[in-house]
């Protein structure tokens, strides 16, 4: 029975695709793991909740310090979240162009905002935070999900257990967005080593230039994470971000889930992947709900369906 805030985080639903795809062939089942069943709403609270655990472990967080950290808006929701519940404050950098959404709810939780400047990225909130906490480290605790190894731990210990768990052990192929790199790190280490034949599949934007908020295009940012290794995948796939914004609506209006953009870029890579198969079981992550985007444009754009070639 879960009886604390924080007993809602992990052990999510998988959810099998179905009228998406039709067409496939009788042998392949496509499947999200729907991460906004977590407390903060998105797959982001599982690393939160581990860095944060291990900091308090290594006596790194102590009572009457603030965490903070850089955030395109999921962890920061998460560290907002578990901040509330266990009596931490939270300080976070993060693009100013984050969605309003995203921003209130961050706020409406309590947490302290640095909005830095949109166009450049991840990059400049990364090292903004980094600056503020170097002037006053006994202030602050700072997780850096960038290269923390309890990012991926956390998801080695709960994310591939579940997803194996819940596929029989049937799954042949994991699917998933690079932003930190944790999930897909962490995830599929623990997959392979269930099954060595699995395929670890690796979405990232197709440009430098784009507009899924919270995954990075691993070749042109001047920070790679540290918990990345290239060599994990055994291949990257480009997702435009038109494409992403269309499958959103196409997900919407066909199976009834409202999920965001890079849960979106996930599944248009998943959909791919499965199109080549005779036989597998496909699994990715819907790394968060609708509800921090609607306010884009895209929800309303039809052209963009039409534009999209999916």
């Known amino acids: 029975m879960r009886t604390t805030p924080l007993d809602l985080i992990g052990n999510t639903p998988l959810l099998r695709l179905t009228r998406l795809t039709t067409g496939l062939a009788p042998g392949v089942e496509v499947y999200g793991k729907a991460e906004w069943y977590n407390l ?27 965490i903070a950290d850089a955030t395109s808006g999921n962890t920061g929701i998460a560290y907002a979240t578990l901040g509330a519940a266990l009596g931490y404050g939270v300080t976070l950098a993060l693009p100013a162009n984050a969605s309003p959404e995203r ?23 990364i090292t903004t935070i980094r600056e503020l906490v170097a002037g006053q480290p006994e202030r602050f605790f700072y997780p850096d999900q960038y290269s923390n190894p309890a990012n991926p731990q956390a998801h080695y210990e709960t994310t591939a257990p579940e997803i194996w768990a819940q596929t ?29 034949q699995l395929q670890a599949l690796a ?10 908020e919270g995954v990075k295009h691993m070749a042109s940012t001047r920070l790679v994470p540290d918990i990345y290794n290239p ?12 494409e992403a914004f269309a499958m959103a609506r196409r997900l919407a209006r066909r199976e009834g889930l409202l999920v965001g953009i ?49």
């Open 40 to 66: 903060g709403g998105s797959v982001k609270d599982r690393p939160a909740l581990w860095m944060v655990r291990d900091g308090e472990r290594r006596g790194a967080l102590r009572p009457g310090m603030r």
């Open 168 to 196: 029989n052990g049937r799954i042949t192929h994991f699917v998933a967005a690079l932003g930190t790199s944790g999930t897909f790190m962490g995830t599929s280490r623990r997959l392979r080593e269930l099954n060595p």
């Open 262 to 310: 890079s849960a979106a870029a996930n599944v248009a890579a998943a959909l791919r992947v499965a199109r080549e198969l005779e036989r597998g079981v496909v699994v990715t992550i819907l790394c968060d709900s609708a509800n921090r985007y609607l306010s884009e444009r895209f929800w309303e754009d039809s052209d963009l369906i039409e534009g999209a070639g999916i």
């Open 103 to 125: 921003i209130r709810t961050l706020r409406a939780l309590g947490a302290e905002l640095i909005l830095t400047e949109a166009s450049e990225g991840m990059d400049l909130a």
């Open 203 to 212: 979405v990232q934007p197709d440009s430098p230039y784009h507009a899924l």
């Open 231 to 242: 060599a994990a995948p055994d291949a990257v796939i480009e997702v435009r971000s038109e």
